[in-house]
């Protein structure tokens, strides 16, 4: 059985699409007898992100932290390469929990449910109770 998941509980490092980031570069893009113009292009890259749970049950505890569930939110950091631009913070959201405990009338989340972040991409949450389970 999975274990319970929490507030503060971390989701799995996720990559975000491969134009999250940008870094400009000038070039000559037209030239004539009068000279040159500078262009401006752009390189692209993905950023890397991780992040945490950061809301639950405001009346269910496991382990001394608010339990998570379906819909809790998450509080995530998507971080670009050096010289580029674009990282960004944000809130997602747990997308799944279990389909047999609720709490609240909310799935109980636990290691493994689903997590959709703040850039769109998936991931799941990857850790939580090491004493306290649930029923996927």
């Known amino acids: 059985m999975p274990n319970v998941a929490r507030v503060d509980?971390?989701?799995?490092p996720y990559t975000t699409s491969s134009n999250q980031c940008s870094q400009p570069y000038s070039y000559?893009?037209?030239?004539?007898?009068?000279?040159?113009s500078?262009?401006?292009?752009?390189?692209y890259s993905?950023?890397?992100g991780n992040g945490k749970i950061s809301?639950?049950?405001?009346?269910?505890f496991v382990n001394g932290k608010k339990l998570a569930y379906k819909n809790s939110s998450t509080?995530?950091?998507?971080?670009?390469?050096?010289?580029?631009?674009?990282?960004?913070?944000g809130s997602g959201s747990v997308t799944s929990g279990?389909?047999?405990?609720y709490v609240n009338g909310n799935n109980v989340a636990f290691n493994g449910s689903s997590v959709r972040t703040?850039?769109?991409q998936n991931s799941s949450v990857n850790s939580g109770s090491n004493n306290v389970f649930v029923g996927g």
Do not use: K, M
Not at 55 to 60: L, T
Not at 75 to 89: L, W
């Open 75 to 89: 509080s995530e950091q998507a971080t670009c390469p050096s010289g580029y631009s674009g990282s960004s913070s």
């Open 98 to 101: 279990s389909g047999t405990v």
């Open 9 to 12: 509980d971390s989701i799995n």
């Open 118 to 120: 703040h850039t769109g």
């Open 28 to 36: 000559s893009c037209y030239c004539d007898e009068y000279g040159c």
């Open 55 to 60: 809301s639950g049950s405001n009346n269910v």
């Open 38 to 43: 500078t262009c401006t292009g752009y390189y």
């Open 46 to 48: 993905s950023a890397s």
